[in-house]
């Protein structure tokens, strides 16, 4: 299989997905000039959690089950049943997220008490008002990731890619020319505009194969869907547990933690999406097609190569992160209200999380190497077992070390997987391949 495409895709996407990942900095940057680690932040951010939880769960049901038995359908020449699938996933995520909007509408108390017990008066007050606007988003964002995998599924990668950059820049834009007018608010309007922008990309090359018509769709396909699904939904509502569970412990902490673990996770998050998720977005497919075909040893050298480049990117990377984590929380936001204070509390959580950086960029290559192969019960069990982990951790971190445990608990938990999810490559590849010492060799 040559892998020029592969290169020239990851270029594309990667070219875009930097845009887009500064563009999300510019929000952070923007967000701290205004407000710092101000208890609005906090509030922002569970609302923020909360919505992105929702799209995050659509995006990793639909991506593996969905691309895999998408890509079989269209490589069998039966149309009709790939874009039935299509259409079916489609009046399933507009019922599911309009009747999730409605009782989010209706009882915004509720669920603000389940995700941040901790607040309370005008910090719940906000909360509230807050998800009552800016819930409808999930709607556009959980469409957004039906239609970015199959547009993806047809080797159609930058249009998708480029609906982040309006998504982004239109929330930062609000934020920057409404923040007078209507404080917070303007960033959560920024939010459901650019989730409108971004579907509406992505729909410009689908419109045409949209129908809210009940189509054929194999029985066979319907199946396969079904036994790839659920074991999806099982680790993807741990995964949401977990980031409820992170939510409800960092809401007893001091004002300004939540924006603190927030503003770390940032700095540390787009050198892994730029490259880590650029890659595993383009590599998705040939791994699909590869196992499919039962190509061995191509699947076996792809694989080798990913894991290889990312191992010699991410470590030195960490280490620095870790070393200079004070200074580089200085240089990123200290300006406006983001004085000293709000360094101390953010520099120490970056810290943590730095030791994981190679850990979270290798979990995104082993993950989706799984799902490639049709198994998502193995990432899945092990998503189960370190949710459970980061858990215990958390509760007995944040009881030292105080919030900053919170970020120690995911980088060890995330450690946990990756070694497991390596551990269990055997069934699938020549893992001789993988040690350590022949990797930048292959390279």
Known sequence: MPHNPILRASIAIGVVTIGAKLLGYGEKLVLAYFFGTDYRIDVYNVVITVITGV???????????????????????????????????????????????????????????????????????????????????????????????????????????????????????????????????????????????????????????????????????????????????????????????????????????????????????LPILIISYTLSVVVFPYFVELSVAKEKEKLTRLLARALGYITLIYLPLSLLSFLFSREIVELIFKRGAFDNAAVKLTATPLAYYSIGMVFFSLETILVIFYFANSNTRTPIFWGVVTVIENILLCYIFTSTIGYAGIALALTLSKGTKVIALLSQLKRYINVSCLYPGRIPLRI
């Open 55 to 269: 799209f995050i769960f659509s995006r990793e049901i639909i991506e593996p089950a969905f691309l895999n038995v998408f890509i079989n359908a269209i490589g069998e020449k039966d149309e009709r049943s790939a874009w039935g699938l299509f259409n079916r996933y489609s009046r399933g995520i507009i019922l599911i997220t309009m009747l999730l909007s409605l009782l989010v509408y209706f009882y915004p108390g509720a669920v603000i008490s389940l995700v941040a017990p901790g607040f309370a008066n005008g910090k719940r007050q906000l909360a509230v008002r807050l998800i009552q606007i800016a819930f409808p988003a999930c709607i556009f964002l959980s469409l957004s990731a039906l239609t970015n995998i199959t547009l993806n599924g047809m080797k159609k990668f930058v249009l998708p890619a480029s609906a982040d950059l309006a998504f982004k820049g239109l929330t930062l834009l609000c934020l920057v020319f409404l923040y007078k007018y209507l404080g917070i608010y303007a960033a959560v309007v920024g939010v459901i505009i650019g989730a409108v922008s971004k579907l509406s990309i992505q729909f410009s090359l689908l419109h045409r194969k949209l129908s809210f018509r009940a189509g054929f769709v194999d029985p066979v396909y319907s199946k396969n869907i079904w036994r790839l699904s659920w074991p999806l939904l099982l680790g993807v509502s741990f995964s949401q547990i977990n980031t409820l569970a992170e939510n409800v412990f960092a809401s007893y902490m001091q004002e300004g933690a939540i924006s603190a673990l927030s503003y770390s996770k940032k700095v540390i998050d």
